[in-house]
């Protein structure tokens, strides 16, 4: 049973708190302002389609944005109890890492923290902009049915690219959106602590 079930992670907001990390060095490098509400707002849709708030990540390199801020970003420390959770996923299904982020910064941080063996499986923005397409590929891949996935995220874009490909997502409450906003996509559940999402997972599954 195990082989057939596949927990998919989020990285920015969940194994790092990197709000305020993104936006200072996207204004810096873009050399615009970029206030909070703005920041947040954007995330609830895909960061690369964005239009509506004056900030469209797709029209700068990300690679280059990537490069920049790399060595950085590596040395953030991992949100308290992510560790376990990546190591306890394991004894449940097998785990990949969906990011808009670029994929040689999340695996490096990984890393940094000794958890690559686990967490290594990454479609950042290289693989594509969309989620919803890296979704898709990921169950392609890996021959398994959308309900037998199960996506871990931050923000209500995520949650709503995941329903469109039918996979059931777990917001956690310490990243980039609050409660109110995450609501809208109507997450399977809510997870408060780290260890919240093995149970969460768990329940999901029935395992």
């Known amino acids: 049973m195990k082989n057939n079930k596949i927990i998919i992670f989020d990285f920015d907001g969940v194994f790092v708190d990197d709000f305020d990390f993104h936006k200072n060095h996207i204004a810096d490098f873009l050399s615009i302002n970029i206030d909070d509400?703005?920041?947040?707002?954007?995330?609830s849709g895909n960061?690369?389609?964005?239009?509506?708030?004056?900030?469209e990540l797709?029209?700068?390199?990300?690679?280059?944005?990537?490069?920049?801020?790399?060595?950085?970003?590596?040395?953030?420390?991992?949100?308290?109890?992510?560790s376990a959770v990546a190591?306890?996923?394991?004894k449940i299904g097998k785990s990949f890492v969906v990011s808009s982020g670029c994929e040689k910064n999340i695996r490096d941080f990984f890393e940094n923290n000794d958890i690559c063996t686990n967490m290594c499986s990454i479609y950042g923005v290289e693989t594509n902009p969309s989620k919803?397409?890296?979704?898709?590929?990921?169950?392609?891949?890996?021959?398994?049915?959308?309900?037998?996935?199960?996506?871990?995220?931050?923000?209500?874009?995520?949650?709503?690219?995941?329903?469109k490909v039918g996979i059931a997502?777990?917001?956690?409450?310490?990243?980039?959106?609050?409660v109110?906003?995450?609501?809208?996509?109507?997450?399977?559940?809510?997870a408060r602590t780290p260890m919240q999402i093995i149970d969460l997972i768990q329940n999901y599954f029935l395992w």
């Open 132 to 163: 919803e397409k890296k979704l898709e590929k990921i169950l392609r891949e890996s021959n398994v049915e959308a309900k037998n996935a199960i996506f871990i995220t931050d923000t209500l874009g995520d949650i709503r690219e995941a329903n």
């Open 87 to 90: 190591e306890q996923v394991q």
């Open 47 to 55: 960061v690369y389609k964005d239009d509506h708030v004056g900030l």
């Open 58 to 82: 797709g029209n700068f390199d990300v690679q280059e944005y990537c490069q920049k801020i790399h060595d950085n970003l590596i040395k953030l420390p991992i949100v308290d109890g992510m």
């Open 169 to 178: 997502s777990i917001a956690v409450t310490w990243g980039f959106q609050r």
């Open 180 to 190: 109110e906003t995450l609501e809208q996509g109507v997450p399977f559940g809510f």
């Open 37 to 43: 509400k703005e920041f947040y707002n954007i995330h």
